[in-house]
Every structure is written in structure tokens, then in C-alpha cells.
């Protein structure tokens, strides 16, 4: 049994409240421990492009809550993972930049908190073969196209090196895991264009447009993916993008515990597939309550 | 040739490259031997010919230190980090974009998409803000609570000097 503390960030636990609840559900089946801790704020990402240092602190304070827990951290979102990642290193090399915040902060941070996404720990910590030993469900009419986003992979040297960048295969393997068939399109590893919406919709939703272009003309049944701003702009923009620029997706966005808890036997409402927003024939005749 | 499209070489400030390569995240700026490889694999450029890395990373060495700060450009980068894992030369271009929107906030250049966020971190400390209602549908899917913790945040933001009147 391992234990995280699981670190929501700002947008799972409003927008992406079924990414939450599948992998809440879908944990403790893999002997994974999840604890809520109180006093988790912002990871300190959008702080960083205006005062690096500012987004640090955010980040410590989150290290620190952990650490006193006696806990590693736990993400579901691929931006809070490179926050929070990066954070965790600087501060665990830097001894110096660990006391400033610590005095900063008034709270001691030790330096101790290592930062797992949920697709990583799945990965390298349970493993695709527990995984596939677990699935009670046949999947395998199902065609599902891995989106595996930016901060999930890059910059590589936060990371280990455990998957490639240019050629990732931890969420092929995952989804294989599953029983699913994996889809591969053009440009794979193409960013959702979600770090400039805020500043520039219309070229922000250019990008998205480009890859649920890509998976559409694979004939994929959904894209799966791992972050809940990859899902802002494949889902929940998806009929914006169909209306600016007269295109038809249909395209329904799953990601990827709700995926792996459907295969485990887990009910369509135990994994909130009634909240993704897009619809298809094939999911609803394959999940009721889809 | 539009006369705005002119450069004019005795408005350049040449130790902008110095100030940015002082500046965490923009230490390898000199290292740039302007291949384009970032250009060519850009997300964002690939749609629009507003965002272009190498020429901004050009634009910085050359010492065009008002046209850099003040443009929407270095706005522009979607930080997904494809360009700093393809550089020849690892100049890290998004960390250096971020070196360079450090500097162009400090001189007041904070585009209004920041301001809101900023605002929504000091009330709330997080993007969203969660209350009442979104408690409460969370509890209807048997989630668990969630308490806003801005008093921590707004006590860092404040510590680095941004204050509600300064902005």
C-alpha cells in the first residue's frame, strides 16, 4: 500500500470533477492511499511568467503542507505536475533558495516531497501488467487516441527521462493495458493550446483545432487524455472551435482512470462519464449511463 | 518598405542580452545561433505568423529591448516546451520567455489576462474559486469539501510586492 497526498489543483475539483472521481475510485482498487490535505492552493503556474519567484513560494507552500504529512504528492493536472516538479527540484538542490523560502513562507520545507502524475504512478508503480490483470471488461472495440499533452513529458530533464518526449509509450501502454485498441494520428505529440487561451483565444483555438482534426481523420471513438486543460480545450471548447471555423467533431474526450475504471468493472457513474460532455452511440450501447 | 517597418539600430540597447542572461531562465540566450529549429516545430507559430521564437530570441541578442518588452508576442508562447527539447544549442526558450515576461512585468507590462488571474489567486488562492455551490454539488458526487486558501497565497504575492494598488 503507497500513499499520496492528492494534489487537485485549481481546475480538477470545479471542471474536471470526473477525472477526480475516477482515479478517487480507481486508486484504493490498486492498493493506493489517497489523502486530502487541508490548505493546498494554487501549484504557483500562473505566477511564474510574471514573478518566477512568486511561483516558487506557491509551489513550497504545497511542498511544505505535504512534507509535514510525511507524504509525496500526487497530481492529476499536467501543469501543477511541472510546477510543482521543477519546484521540488530546485528546491531540493538548492539549499540556499530552500531557506529563503522557508523564511518566506514561515514554514520549514526539508526538501523531501517527491511529485508523481497519476499516469506515471500508473505506469511505473502499479505497472501495465497489474493493471491488465484487474480488467474484468472487454474494451477492445474500442479505438482510443492518447493525447499525452506538454508538461506530463517536457521539460524531459524534470523527469527522469521514464518516457520519451518525442516518442512517448507510457499512455499506449496504458490504454493497451486496458483491452482498448490505440489510434495513432498526425502530430501526437501537438500541444491543446491551452497555455495562451487566456491571452489569445483565436489562435489558442487554432491549435486545438489542428488535433481534433488529426484524431477525427484517424476514425478514433474518443481521445483519451491526462490533464484538465488538455479537456478545457478538446471538450469543453470543442462546439466553440466547431462553430468558428464550420467543422463537425463529435468527438468524445475521456480521460484516462475513468478509461481504466470502465475496464475494471467500475459503473459509468462511478467514473462521472455522465459529465463528459460529448456524447456518442458507441459509448452510451457500451457503458449505460454514458 | 513601410517606414514602421524600419528598424532603426541606434535605438538598440545592446546589454539586453546581458540583462536577460542575469535574469533565471535566461542564461543560455547567447548561445543562440539562430537555426530556427524552435520556429520550425512551434505549435503556435505553426498557426500564426504573430508568434515566431527565433526571431524574438534574434530580436533580444540584437538589443531591441522596448520592441521585445512591449510586444504581445513573448505572450504568445504556449510554454508546451517542444522547442527546448529540440534546440541544438539548449538555449530553453521558455524559460527565457519567461525571463523575458519577468522583466516586462516589472516595467509595468502585465497583460489584463494576468491581472484577473492574479486577482482570482489573492481572493481565492486558486484559479476557480470554489464556494458554497461548488462544495455542495462536489458532496452531491460524494466529494470532499475543499477550503480556500487565500490567506496563504495573498501573503506570498504580497511578500513579492504585488499589492492590490500596484497593478
Given at each position: 500500500m503507497s500513499r499520496y497526498a492528492l494534489y487537485l489543483g485549481c481546475t480538477v475539483p470545479v471542471r474536471g470533477i470526473n477525472y477526480e472521481l475516477a482515479v478517487r475510485q480507481v486508486a484504493p482498487r490498486l492498493d493506493i492511499e489517497l489523502v486530502d490535505v487541508d490548505g493546498f492552493a494554487c501549484c504557483g503556474f500562473p505566477a511564474r511568467p510574471l514573478d518566477w519567484k512568486a511561483g516558487l513560494l506557491m509551489g513550497a507552500h504545497n511542498l511544505a503542507l505535504a512534507e509535514a504529512q510525511g507524504l509525496d504528492i500526487l497530481t492529476l493536472c499536467s501543469a501543477c505536475t511541472g510546477t510543482l516538479t521543477e519546484a521540488a527540484l530546485r528546491l531540493k538542490e538548492d539549499a540556499q533558495l530552500r531557506q529563503w523560502a522557508s523564511n518566506e513562507l514561515g514554514r520549514d520545507y526539508r526538501g523531501t516531497v517527491r511529485v508523481r502524475h497519476v499516469a506515471r504512478m500508473l505506469y511505473e508503480e502499479v505497472g501495465v501488467e497489474r493493471l491488465r490483470s484487474l480488467v474484468t471488461v472487454d474494451l477492445s472495440a474500442l479505438g482510443l487516441a492518447p493525447h499525452y499533452g506538454c508538461h506530463y513529458l517536457k521539460p524531459s530533464h524534470l523527469y527522469d527521462g521514464f518516457d520519451d518526449p518525442e516518442n512517448p509509450q507510457s499512455l499506449d501502454r496504458l490504454i493497451e493495458a486496458t483491452g482498448a485498441r490505440v489510434v495513432h494520428y498526425e502530430d501526437e505529440s501537438q500541444c491543446c493550446g491551452g497555455g495562451i487561451l487566456g491571452f489569445d483565444e483565436e489562435t489558442a483555438l487554432l491549435v486545438t483545432r489542428q488535433k481534433l482534426d488529426h484524431v477525427v481523420a484517424a476514425q478514433a471513438d474518443a481521445m483519451v487524455l491526462i490533464c484538465p486543460f488538455c479537456a478545457i480545450m478538446?471538450?469543453?471548447?470543442?462546439?466553440?472551435?466547431?462553430?468558428?471555423?464550420?467543422?463537425s467533431y463529435r468527438l468524445p474526450v475521456l480521460y484516462?482512470?475513468?478509461?481504466?475504471?470502465l475496464a475494471m468493472g467500475l459503473s459509468a457513474d462511478q467514473v462521472g462519464l455522465k459529465l463528459n460532455r460529448v456524447k456518442s452511440r458507441k459509448l452510451a450501447e457500451l457503458f449505460q449511463g454514458a | 518598405m513601410e517606414e514602421e517597418e524600419?528598424?532603426?539600430?541606434?535605438?538598440?540597447?545592446?546589454?539586453?542580452?546581458?540583462?536577460?542572461?542575469?535574469?533565471?531562465?535566461?542564461?543560455?540566450?547567447?548561445r543562440c545561433y539562430s537555426c530556427g529549429t524552435c520556429t520550425a516545430g512551434c505549435p503556435v507559430g505553426g498557426v500564426t505568423a504573430k508568434y515566431n521564437p527565433r526571431r524574438i530570441v534574434h530580436m533580444a541578442l540584437l538589443g531591441m529591448r522596448e520592441q521585445v518588452l512591449t510586444s504581445d508576442f513573448v505572450w504568445l508562447c504556449s510554454v508546451c516546451y517542444t522547442c527546448y527539447e529540440r534546440c541544438p544549442q539548449d538555449v530553453r526558450i521558455p524559460e527565457l520567455m519567461n525571463a523575458v515576461r519577468n522583466i516586462a512585468v516589472r516595467e509595468g507590462h502585465v497583460p489584463q489576462t494576468f491581472r484577473v488571474q492574479l486577482e482570482q489567486l489573492r481572493e481565492h488562492g486558486?484559479?476557480?474559486?470554489?464556494?458554497?455551490?461548488?462544495?455542495?454539488?462536489?458532496?452531491?458526487?460524494?466529494?470532499?469539501?475543499?477550503?480556500?486558501?487565500?490567506?496563504?497565497?495573498?501573503?506570498?504575492?504580497?511578500?513579492?510586492?504585488?499589492?492590490?494598488?500596484?497593478?
Open positions: 478538446y471538450e469543453a471548447n470543442q462546439r466553440r472551435v466547431e462553430s468558428l471555423y464550420g467543422t484516462y482512470p475513468q478509461v481504466l475504471g | 524600419i528598424i532603426d539600430v541606434s535605438t538598440f540597447e545592446p546589454g539586453f542580452r546581458d540583462e536577460i542572461a542575469a535574469e533565471p531562465g535566461g542564461e543560455y540566450i547567447r486558486r484559479l476557480y474559486e470554489i464556494g458554497n455551490y461548488d462544495n455542495e454539488r462536489r458532496a452531491e458526487y460524494g466529494l470532499p469539501p475543499i477550503r480556500e486558501e487565500a490567506e496563504a497565497v495573498r501573503r506570498i504575492l504580497e511578500r513579492r510586492g504585488w499589492k492590490e494598488e500596484q497593478e
